[in-house]
């Protein structure tokens, strides 16, 4: 499965017709919107808050248990289908091993059988009056015989067949190490995604919040005349957006848990939250590039996988190859024949050694070599293909760490300044010297900058989980951050 994009942006655009120039009338010693009179008649044409925002507004009303990372991967770990479905494959696998090996063991065989038949013939009486009648026969015929073949020596084609099974088996559980490790990067991915879609519905909270009192605010001033009224058309133009941002933002939370769930493999409700977590480094993330491919190599499943198909093949081949020769077997045989099994019993009993050999084929066992050699060239070319997709996952993934460290950082310094950028907007508008435009503009940015911190700050952690799994790493170091 797919690492879940993490992609999810608010953007609160004011959208008021001729709204991008300051007024004209608006005096340069308007007194600050704080000496306003603390209590102003409510607007009928206020904009009124939907009663689904309010509930919005007081935070989590009903998000009872919690659920923790580890929880998750446990949860995934019991119910994920692709886990149950890899280890049904498994058995399965190893269960073909137990069948190679019965080769080696004795083949006993029995079987019995017991007739009863008649027969009818016309006699003629002496005595009586010489008149003709029938006589019935009856016969009774038991057989049963025991059969024992124990192979001696095949020139290693039993051998091999038991070899390459094992090797199969091998690369099977292999592989399901392999779906064990992309069933917890997609459950990870997904967690991180709830996070950021949580952290992302916070912000458009806050961001709602604000405009709300900014509303109250502009309102009172726009009332005693000391703004002029496109100030509020332009603040409940940004309370509407801000609204839209918020109902968009809870759609986004409540999707990213279906999928979470999805991951884990529950068919649930959603009334829960998640524990905020935080992705310690992966040790060796700034190591070179060689070295990390080395040890992905190493440790990934897959790959070890890939060397165990390449071994069974080579086993097989092996096997085709001696088809050419015979084999040799001990064969015996006890048989009992006769019309009662307990009172007249007639037992033979045969041994000896038999010989098989398949002397000309129409050269099947030539073509059978041909495919089984092209079949181990073709998993040897998928093993040096694996190599160059490590080879780009490691790569790819150690990038990705790398420029989400950077970003983050650089998105806690743009959330700063943003931050300043509004209290600065807020404290000129307030003290009439600057526009309401100035401070929508101001509060946009610090809702973007805030929406990209938290972008930044769970990018980093999915980027952690995918250079985990690209290494073949299946433990996560993580912190509960609250």
Same mark, same amino acid.
């Given at each position: 499965? *797919?690492?879940?994009?993490?992609?999810?942006?608010?953007?609160?655009?004011?959208?008021?017709?001729?709204?991008?120039?300051?007024?004209?009338?608006?005096?340069?010693?308007?007194?600050?919107?704080?000496?306003?009179?603390?209590?102003?008649?409510?607007?009928?044409?206020?904009?009124?808050?939907?009663?689904?925002?309010?509930?919005?507004?007081? !935070?989590?009303?009903?998000?009872?248990?919690?659920?923790?990372?580890?929880?998750?991967?446990?949860?995934?770990?019991?119910?994920?289908?692709? &886990?149950?479905?890899?280890?049904?494959?498994?058995?399965?696998?190893?269960?073909?091993?137990?069948?190679?090996?019965?080769?080696?063991?004795?083949?006993?065989?029995? +079987?019995?059988?017991?007739?009863?038949?008649?027969?009818?013939?016309?006699?003629?009486?002496?005595?009586?009056?010489?008149?003709?009648?029938?006589?019935?026969?009856? #016969?009774?015929?038991?057989?049963?015989?025991?059969?024992?073949?124990?192979?001696?020596?095949?020139?290693?084609?039993?051998?091999?067949?038991?070899? %390459?099974?094992?090797?199969?088996?091998?690369?099977?559980?292999?592989?399901? &190490?392999?779906?064990?490790?992309?069933?917890?990067?997609?459950?990870?991915?997904?967690?991180?995604? $709830?996070?950021?879609?949580?952290?992302?519905?916070?912000?458009?909270?806050?961001?709602?919040?604000?405009?709300?009192?900014?509303?109250?605010?502009?309102?009172?001033?726009?009332?005693?005349?000391?703004?002029?009224?496109?100030?509020?058309?332009?603040?409940?133009?940004?309370?509407?957006?801000?609204?839209?941002?918020?109902?968009?933002?809870?759609?986004?939370?409540?999707?990213?848990?279906?999928?979470?769930?999805?991951? !884990?493999?529950?068919?649930?409700?959603?009334?829960?939250? =998640?524990?905020?977590?935080?992705?310690?480094?992966?040790?060796?993330?700034?190591?070179? &590039?060689?070295?990390?491919?080395?040890?992905?190599?190493?440790?990934?499943?897959?790959?070890?996988?890939?060397?165990?198909?390449?071994?069974?093949?080579?086993?097989?081949?092996?096997?085709?190859?001696?088809?050419?020769?015979? +084999?040799?077997?001990?064969?015996?045989?006890?048989?009992?024949?006769?019309?009662?099994?307990?009172?007249?019993?007639?037992?033979?009993?045969?041994?000896? =050694?038999?010989?098989?050999?398949?002397?000309?084929?129409?050269?099947?066992?030539?073509?059978?070599?041909?495919?089984?050699?092209?079949?181990?060239?073709?998993?040897?070319?998928?093993?040096?293909?694996? *190599?160059?997709? =490590?080879? /780009?996952? =490691?790569?790819?993934?150690?990038?990705?760490?790398?420029?989400?460290?950077?970003?983050?950082?650089?998105?806690?310094?743009?959330?700063?300044?943003?931050?300043?950028?509004?209290?600065?907007?807020?404290? *000129?508008?307030?003290?009439?010297?600057?526009?309401?435009?100035?401070?929508?503009? %101001?509060?946009?940015?610090?809702?973007?900058?805030?929406?990209?911190? $938290?972008?930044?700050?769970?990018?980093?952690?999915? #980027?952690?989980?995918?250079?985990?799994?690209? /290494?073949?790493?299946?433990?996560?170091?993580?912190?509960?951050?609250?």
């Amino acid at each position: 499965m *797919r690492a879940l994009p993490l992609t999810f942006s608010l953007c609160l655009l004011p959208v008021v017709a001729g709204a991008q120039q300051a007024p004209a009338d608006a005096p340069a010693d308007a007194p600050r919107a704080q000496q306003a009179p603390a209590t102003t008649p409510q607007d009928p044409a206020k904009p009124v808050t939907p009663p689904a925002v309010q509930q919005s507004l007081s !935070m989590s009303a009903a998000e009872g248990r919690i659920i923790t990372l580890a929880d998750a991967e446990t949860l995934a770990r019991q119910n994920q289908p692709t &886990l149950r479905s890899a280890q049904a494959n498994t058995d399965a696998a190893y269960a073909r091993v137990d069948q190679a090996f019965s080769s080696f063991l004795p083949q006993v065989s029995a +079987s019995a059988s017991y007739t009863l038949g008649t027969s009818n013939r016309d006699v003629i009486q002496v005595v009586g009056g010489g008149s003709t009648g029938v006589v019935s026969n009856t #016969s009774r015929r038991f057989s049963g015989s025991v059969n024992a073949n124990q192979l001696i020596y095949d020139f290693g084609k039993t051998t091999g067949r038991y070899n %390459a099974s094992r090797e199969s088996a091998g690369a099977q559980e292999n592989s399901q &190490l392999q779906v064990l490790q992309d069933a917890l990067r997609d459950v990870r991915a997904a967690y991180f995604n $709830v996070l950021t879609q949580k952290a992302l519905l916070g912000v458009a909270r806050e961001t709602l919040q604000s405009e709300l009192a900014r509303l109250d605010q502009v309102n009172a001033s726009v009332q005693v005349g000391t703004r002029p009224e496109i100030d509020l058309l332009q603040q409940r133009t940004a309370k509407a957006n801000a609204q839209v941002a918020l109902i968009r933002a809870q759609n986004a939370y409540a999707t990213a848990k279906a999928q979470l769930n999805q991951t !884990m493999g529950v068919e649930t409700a959603t009334d829960y939250t =998640v524990q905020d977590v935080t992705v310690a480094a992966i040790p060796g993330e700034d190591a070179l &590039l060689d070295a990390l491919v080395k040890r992905a190599l190493e440790a990934r499943p897959d790959v070890a996988a890939r060397e165990r198909q390449i071994a069974a093949q080579e086993s097989q081949v092996r096997v085709t190859k001696a088809g050419h020769l015979p +084999s040799f077997s001990l064969t015996g045989n006890a048989a009992d024949v006769g019309e009662n099994p307990f009172n007249d019993p007639t037992l033979s009993v045969q041994g000896g =050694v038999n010989l098989s050999w398949a002397l000309f084929q129409g050269g099947l066992v030539n073509a059978q070599t041909r495919e089984a050699q092209a079949s181990l060239r073709d998993l040897q070319a998928q093993k040096d293909a694996l *190599r160059q997709q =490590v080879r /780009l996952q =490691v790569e790819q993934a150690r990038l990705n760490v790398a420029a989400t460290r950077e970003a983050l950082t650089a998105a806690d310094e743009a959330q700063v300044n943003a931050r300043e950028r509004l209290r600065l907007a807020e404290g *000129r508008y307030r003290a009439g010297v600057g526009n309401i435009i100035e401070v929508s503009d %101001a509060q946009v940015a610090f809702t973007n900058a805030s929406a990209q911190q $938290v972008q930044a700050t769970y990018d980093l952690a999915t #980027s952690r989980a995918e250079l985990a799994r690209a /290494l073949g790493t299946v433990e996560l170091n993580t912190l509960a951050s609250r």
